[in-house]
């Protein structure tokens, strides 16, 4: 499996927070002409404006329930006045009727194509309707009628920025914050999207501003302590990632970046209550599965890491990684009926696989079928040459039927991928001294009782019970 950074992937976080661009106050107050062959009652243009400035009014208040009787009432009497349709919109988008919002909006553009504010609010209520191409395009046309049009600038930013383009969100949201200021969502998703560009010291100072701007919010403090991550600073990630949690606690993404960390500094005891945090708070990705499941082995508990590894495979069974992982767990409870099977169901979901072959051919050596096993690990090295495993099982398994001349490349491969590693110059040992290189052969002894003696002080360190753990799905992840 292709070891994944557990902060690579798809950043599940970027929030879409988009600011209504309702903009009353600027509204121009437009009397429509009805369509032809409607008649248009009778109504003082002073007294429609003062209604229109009355509902606005009560909408910036917070009070769209008392604006709505004045916008109907309104409509009954100059149903061509675009400035009443959008601001029934709004009435009905703030109470969640997006369909009912969405025709007083068009309804608004059909009386006056050139009421931008009408737009503008279409565009976001297309985006929280997840209609995001639609409303990218109602965002841009506000922009080319009015270039400086905060929101839509701020919110074109945001779609951008929510769908990966981030190299198109991050001059919309540097521009929009010159238009609007410092906002929390204007800065939070700019760190966000600098910190996927990887330009770390800018997504810093925008990330610490949106935290400064929201001290309650865990999200930013989640995304600084990922930059330190980057910088190779655990302990400083480790302390932002602490901090999320005690603003949030059902964090998920924060407790798993706890365990990796832990897990980085070699104590995967306390990696285990964090691990385990994350799964119990999201279920949905496998990585937390795997996670989990291989501090257990790595600890020696094989019997937890199968239970995990099996809740991973109801969850997901059609995921290769799920069923490789239970033979990984199998395999170290020696129960190699169950490893095989596992690994099998793993190949039938991605053939060709090395890492799953060369497991599988382990298992089959270690049931003493010879020659399955040397087919299998061969077809392993034919997919990946430097794959350890298979070098090192493949010397193993041709020392035991005494074609120690055939081991040696295998072994000095193995020894080359690995060179800490004790097995394999114990390994290299016995093919030296079967082929009467005796000074050689006396070397990698030496150097097999050195590594196993640091290997014996070190019991956390990295053996053969190392798990490749796999990239998250977008995501698993």
């Known amino acids: 499996m292709n070891r994944g950074s557990p902060h690579s992937r798809q950043f599940y976080l970027l929030f879409v927070l988009i600011n209504a661009a309702v903009m009353f106050a600027s509204f121009p107050l437009y009397s429509q002409t009805p369509e032809r062959g409607v008649p248009e009652p009778i109504q003082s243009p002073n007294a429609i404006g003062a209604q229109i ?41 703030q109470r969640g009727e997006f369909r009912s919002a969405e025709a007083e909006y068009r309804a608004a553009l059909r009386l006056n194509p050139a009421l931008t504010p009408a737009l503008a609010n279409l565009g976001v ?13 109602a965002f ?17 930013g945001l779609q951008y920025a929510t769908r990966g383009d981030y190299a198109l969100a991050i001059p919309l949201l540097e521009r929009a914050g010159t238009l609007v200021g410092d906002v929390y969502p204007l800065r939070f998703n700019l760190g966000v999207a600098l910190y996927q560009l990887k330009r770390y010291d800018e997504a810093a100072t925008a990330l610490q501003t949106a935290a400064t701007l929201a001290p309650g919010a865990a999200e930013p403090l989640y995304y600084l302590g990922l930059i330190q991550w980057e910088r190779k600073q655990p302990e400083a990630a480790a302390d932002f990632w602490d901090r999320a949690v005690q603003l949030r606690p059902n ?38 599965y795997a996670r989990l499941g291989g501090a257990y082995v790595q600890l020696g508990y094989a019997d937890k890491a ?9 969850r997901f069974p059609k995921l290769a990684e ?32 090395a890492d799953a072959l060369a497991q ?27 794959h350890f495993y298979a070098s090192y099982d493949l010397g193993r398994l041709l020392v035991k039927a005494k074609r120690y001349a055939q081991a040696l490349p295998l072994l000095r491969n193995a020894a080359t991928l690995k060179p800490q590693n004790p097995s394999v110059h114990y390994q290299l040992f016995l093919a030296l001294s079967r082929l009467n290189q005796k000074e050689a052969a006396a070397a990698e002894l030496l150097v097999f009782k050195q590594l196993e003696a640091e290997r ?19 995501t698993p992840s």
């Open 251 to 288: 964090f998920p993404e924060a407790n798993f970046m706890l365990g990796e960390a832990l897990r980085k500094n070699r104590r995967a005891e306390a990696s285990l209550e964090f691990y385990q945090r994350a799964l119990d708070q999201d279920a949905a990705k496998f990585v937390y």
């Open 322 to 353: 799920a069923h490789y992982f239970v033979g990984i767990a199998a395999r170290a409870r020696a129960d190699y009926q169950l490893a095989e099977a596992e690994l099998r169901a793993s190949l039938g979901l991605q053939p060709g696989n």
């Open 306 to 314: 199968l239970a995990v590894f099996r809740r991973g495979v109801e």
């Open 456 to 474: 014996k002080a070190k019991p956390q360190a990295d053996d053969e019970t190392e798990l490749e753990n796999p990239e998250p799905s977008a």
């Open 360 to 386: 599988l051919g382990f298992i089959l050596g270690e049931q003493d079928r010879a020659m399955e096993a040397e087919k299998v690990l061969r077809g392993a090295l034919a997919i990946n040459s430097r």
């Open 53 to 93: 400035r009355a509902a606005a009014s009560l909408l910036q208040q917070g009070r769209p329930n008392d604006a709505e009787p004045i916008l109907r009432q309104l409509l009954h009497g100059a149903p061509g006045n675009a400035d009443a349709h959008n601001l029934l919109g709004i009435v009905l988008d």
């Open 125 to 137: 209520l297309l985006a929280r309707t997840g209609r995001a191409t639609e409303a990218i395009a």
């Open 140 to 156: 841009r046309s506000v922009l080319q009628k009015v270039p400086d049009h905060p929101q839509a600038t701020l919110n074109l």
